[in-house]
Nanobody, 123 residues
Framework: QVQLVESGGGLVQAGGSLRVSCAASGRTFSSYTMGWFRQAPGKEREFVAA????????YYADSVKGRFTVSRDNAKNTMYLQMNSLKPEDTAVYYC????????????????WGQGTQVAVSS
């Protein structure tokens, strides 16, 4: 069992930066593919980024490519999402998720979820 807790959300102006973190409990964090998803009011949850268990391979949604960077520190059981050049349309609750196996952009294929952290970008 893996428990995930996000932190670091907040309010930022457009063009600004924010880093959100996902702390995991359990000794098997390093064996999981980890992902970030987000959900805006009235919209479905959407894929943002993912990172392989080793941290060597990363994946991004087109909408954040070049602006967001996902990373992980397996020694600290923590994953990060550095968000730069933020836009109002990035406003959402950001969730981290974990799954055994390879990368996927489908939320339904992730086994473990955090409670989410709110990110708000003002124009």
């Amino acid at each position: 069992q893996v428990q995930l807790v996000e932190s670091g959300g907040g309010l930022v102006q457009a063009g600004g930066s924010l880093r959100v973190s996902c702390a995991a409990s359990g000794r098997t964090f390093s064996s999981y593919t980890m992902g970030w998803f987000r959900q805006a009011p009235g919209k479905e949850r959407e894929f943002v980024a993912a990172i392989a268990w080793s941290g060597g391979t990363t994946y991004y949604a087109d909408s954040v490519k070049g602006r967001f960077t996902v990373s992980r520190d397996n020694a600290k059981n923590t994953m990060y999402l550095q968000m730069n050049s933020l836009k109002p349309e990035d406003t959402a609750v950001y969730y981290c998720a974990g799954r055994r196996g390879y990368y996927s952009s489908y939320a339904s294929l992730y086994d473990y979820w955090g409670q989410g952290t709110q990110v708000a970008v003002s124009s």
